[in-house]
């Protein structure tokens, strides 16, 4: 396979992932209560993200069928790119419901935990890294990455555990707002997981070799 055609692939792949990137700053800015953020734009990127990674699938799989004439490699990085795809149009989706509870909390006035829009922010700049790293191979930004994701994790239970502390608590109202603050914070930490694994998919096409631990978590 010629190099051209694999990077003509990883354009279209980096597109896709542009989009994503697009919607996560977007509903990191809902989560601050940026007024000038409407969900139909969330929503209405969801739709392309979701036909242009259908679009990018079928290219991988027609490319596959003459797996006699590619290298290692090129199996690796067809694969991976299937694989990638499908975790960014996954992690587009987890943003879309974070951007109707973010949504939802802007319409009636409810601040938004200071966590969320933090883990957020930092979910933003793994993906930007982890496009990073697939277009240049930097294998070093990985580790970053993956650094990183820990301080999401790290959020998401600070959070959690002060939220969950209060429930039993409060009246009911207070309560369902707990729990949808709740929900929107586990999907910031699949984000999270999302990204890290697509910088390990790129560390796997470079090497060959799977990372399966990530770094010990960051508090900072």
């Not at 939802?104 to 979910?123: F, T």
């Not at 697939?134 to 939220?163: A, G």
């Not at 910031?188 to 390990?200: N, Q, Y």
């Amino acid at each position: 396979m010629s190099a051209e055609t694999i990077t003509l692939l990883k354009e279209d792949v980096l597109t896709l992932g542009r989009m994503v990137d697009s919607t996560v700053g977007k509903v990191t800015n809902l989560l601050k209560h940026d007024d000038s953020i409407r969900l139909e734009e969330v929503e209405n990127q969801e739709k392309r993200i979701n036909d242009w990674s259908q679009e990018i699938e079928e290219k991988c799989l027609e490319l596959l069928i003459e797996k006699d004439k590619l290298s290692a490699k090129d199996i690796r990085t067809l694969v991976s790119c299937t694989i990638i795809v499908a975790k960014l149009e996954r992690l587009g989706d987890h943003a879309n419901r974070v951007g109707r509870i973010a949504c939802w909390a802007r319409e009636e006035e409810i601040d938004v935990p200071e966590e969320l829009p933090q883990m957020s922010a930092v979910v933003h700049r793994m993906l930007q890294d982890a496009l990073l790293t697939f277009v240049t191979n930097d294998l070093d930004k990985v580790m970053e990455v993956l650094q990183k994701d820990s301080q999401v994790n790290y959020l998401h239970d600070v959070m959690s555990k002060r939220l969950l502390s209060k429930l039993g608590e409060q009246e009911q109202a207070s309560a369902h707002m707990g729990a949808q603050f709740l929900f929107c914070a586990r999907f910031i930490e699949r984000m999270g997981d999302l990204c890290a694994s697509v910088a390990k998919r790129v560390h796997f096409i470079n090497t060959g070799k799977r990372l399966s631990k990530s770094p010990v978590p960051d508090k900072g």
